[in-house]
T-cell receptor, first 112, second 114 residues
């Protein structure tokens, strides 16, 4: 079963706009990670946020984490056509399980 | 530093056959994880190895097995292939494994079972 659930499932925006994707999870976590996947390829790690952090930035990416609501959001500012990809959040199913559980992802399309 | 490599990149097999997929982690990484990705089920954890030991296994039948060698390279094997095994198989390597560690993914092996 999926630990994380992203929404929306698909998002289409114009180049230059901001894109916001949300992730909800079910159990307590130590960390939450966001990954990007270009069509049919491997996943690229974007950012890791720890459970004691509320917000983290990396370039045009901003991630927030609300452990009380068991949710996270990924904001991509000033989107580019190259940002077109699927975005997944991932959590570890229990400390020491070494198992990442992924949501079904948000498919982002950035129209030039 | 070279990334995670997976071979082969594409594979076509028929039902009942078996297949072996290979993953070479980033140099120095001792943890290798395997995931299956399908349109219906998404990304699902298969197993994780660290220093040749399997530390966790996902909810897959015994037809799915894996191993890790002393150089941290890993293989996974699927026996008696079924149509539903058609998927993108991804491996990821990291220093220590788990959610506290950035997982570096390979490009995947696309397996098609006819």
């Amino acid at each position: 079963s999926q630990q994380g659930e992203e929404d929306p499932q698909a998002l289409s925006i114009q180049e230059g706009e901001n894109a916001t994707m949300n992730c909800s999870y079910k159990t307590s976590i130590n960390n939450l990670q966001w990954y990007r996947q270009n069509s049919g390829r491997g996943l690229v790690h974007l950012i890791l946020i720890r459970s004691n952090e509320r917000e983290k930035h990396s370039g045009r990416l901003r991630v927030t984490l609300d452990t009380s609501k068991k949710s996270s959001s990924l904001l991509i500012t000033a989107s580019r056509a190259a940002d077109t990809a699927s975005y997944f959040c991932a959590t570890e199913r229990g400390a020491g399980s070494y198992q990442l559980t992924f949501g079904k992802g948000t498919k982002l399309s950035v129209i030039p | 530093k070279a990334g995670v490599t997976q071979t082969p990149r594409y594979l076509i097999k028929t039902r009942g056959q078996q297949v072996t997929l290979s993953c070479s982690p980033i140099s120095g990484h001792r943890s290798v994880s395997w995931y299956q990705q399908t349109p219906g089920q998404g990304l699902q954890f298969l197993f994780e190895y660290f220093s040749e030991t399997q530390r966790n296994k996902g909810n897959f039948p015994g037809r799915f097995s894996g191993r890790q060698f002393s150089n941290s390279r890993s293989e996974m094997n699927v026996s008696t292939l079924e149509l539903g095994d058609s998927a993108l198989y991804l491996c990821a390597s990291s220093l220590a494994g788990g959610g506290a560690d950035t997982q570096y993914f390979g490009p995947g092996t696309r397996l098609t079972v006819l």
